[in-house]
């Protein structure tokens, strides 16, 4: 008997035991992933934050522009930049022939131009003289610099040249070539060249469809789940409409991108690309879990305080607007938050409302075409070139972090302003 | 408030029935509650003591499937009529719960919330007033005067019930309903909320239900012996404790049972 007793106690314990390890199995499992999956984005993705500059002297020549000794303002933004900025390339290599030569002017990104243009525009007096300006290196030269291109491949299989390579080795050996903190990446918006794509377009883009979705959705949201919470009867009807808010939030997020498409653009002609459309669809996405987590936190509110408010003749209206929605906001906020982030990173129904188009502007209002960050993200790794591909990793940081800084905002406040009731 | 020598009835209830959903909670209660006195409500747990208490304020209209009939008259006035304004009648009526129950917020605006929905101040210095006036009536002036705008949470439990009592006067109610305002309390808290029923009576008419027999002795002039839904007898404290007419009454106060 008492042997008996013993084997049991001493499977209950193994069995506790057994159960401690798999659960700590699975989440070491758990963090692995994770692990290896933020390795993999930092490691692609943390060299799209420095972008690789050829340091080329430029004479400003004034003839050369069509300028005179003390051109003005207007005279400078209309100069010809191009035959400088040209001539400055083939100066690297004196001798080059004309295919040489054009191989030369593809090793600094199409901007260049522009780039020498701004230096004079920011320093008119360097007019007549020569001065070293830092140019974009073209997106595969970046790359080399960076150690990520191929350079054993046979010549034709690479998209750069011996020749390029060879003066590239000697500009890096000039100290010529300078990696610096790429700015452009937040302040440009989408390009075809890798060197110049940056996403702003699409984080603006982002920004103004959630702002758009949080007007939309918070307002109803709350609405519904203080009515169907604190004043609706409750009965078959009310039972069928809880039902089917739950069901809304289990409905794939393509299908509201569909819906999206066939109403916002087909009937209603709302324009095409825009966060204003993207964040009315995300909306009808972010609405269920608004009003889950509203009517959960209204259900956290103990009764006693509703009976309090209720026997010092508050109305039932007082009652909830004084008391209960108050003590309800903390949850429903970081609810709220928890629906926006989801909305953030959801791709699908955005690219069926034609926010997958190429947007090469700042969008300055949510009636402007744009994109959003997951979408750049498929756009760009859907691009061949090799700088997309740490451009792919660099913006998945950046909506990483995003995120990250929404769930913590969302943490803050349920930890600050929850009331503790005894 | 006496007449001829007589107590005034503040409050008559006639033929009093409560449904829950089907089941019937009350059966027939007519009782009527004596003003500036204490009545006690006593009797075994789910004996309907509570519910009747609930009615006297139409607490149980939060309650869906509660149907109340019968006649509660007040003031001559039945508060079951369609007519009757639960707002007003909840603005007459306080009420003060098993669990302190305070708000969420500072002591100051626990106090002030009811005479602010009311309308009952006209000015900051009015509603100082109002606050100071319920706080020392509650007896708790003196313990918290220095900290009247920290959370009334903060407070010891004895305190928050005090404070739950100070808020359920600010509003001058006629009548104050007490649903067991001592059973989370320790002794000593609970004697000093006892002392402050004796000194309220003297403004307010008091319904006290409580599980505790020694506390209706000490604190009512009258008492209602309820059982399974129905009143088995009411009457003076000291004929119900010392001399009852019903033998359940006898068994229940004796400790036979409940």
Redo the contacts between chains.
Sequence with gaps: MNKNKEKLLAKRYSSEKRFQFLGKSAIFMALLFLAIFIFKIFSTGYTAFQKTWLIVPVNFDAETMYLDANPSKEDLEDADYFEISLQSMFNLDKNANEKQQNELKKMVSYFFEREIKQELINDPSLLGKTKDVYITASDDLDQVFKGNYPRDLPENQRRVTDYQLKIFDQLVEQGKVESKFNLSFFTYPDSREAELAGIASSFMGSIFSILVCLAIAFPVAVLAAIYLEEFAPKNRFTDFIEVNINNLAAVPSIVFGLLGLGILLAVFQLPRSTPLVGGITLSLMTLPTIIIACRASLKAVPPSIREAALAMGASRMQTTMHHTVPLSMPGTLSGTIIGLAQALGETAPLILIGMVAFVNTIPGSPMDPAASLPVQIYIWAESAERGFVEKVSACIMVLLGFLIVMNLFAQIIRHKFEKKWS | MKKNGVNMIKISAKNVDVFYGKKQALFNINLEIEENQVTALIGPSGCGKSTFLRCL?R?ND?I?ICKVQGEIVINDFNINDKGCDV?????KI??V?Q??????KTLYENIS??PT??GMAQSKQEMDEIVETSLKKAALWEEVKDRLHEPG?GLS?GQ?QRL?IA??IS?QPEVILMDEPCSALDPIATAQIEELIDELKKEHTIIIVTHSMAQAARVSQNTGFFHLGELIEHGSTDKIFKNPENNKTQDYITGRFG
């Design positions: 304020n607490m939060v869906d707002v007003r009648l909840r603005e306080g009420m719960f669990k302190p129950n305070p708000f969420p919330y009811g929905i009311h949470t439990g928050q739950c808020r359920a509003v």
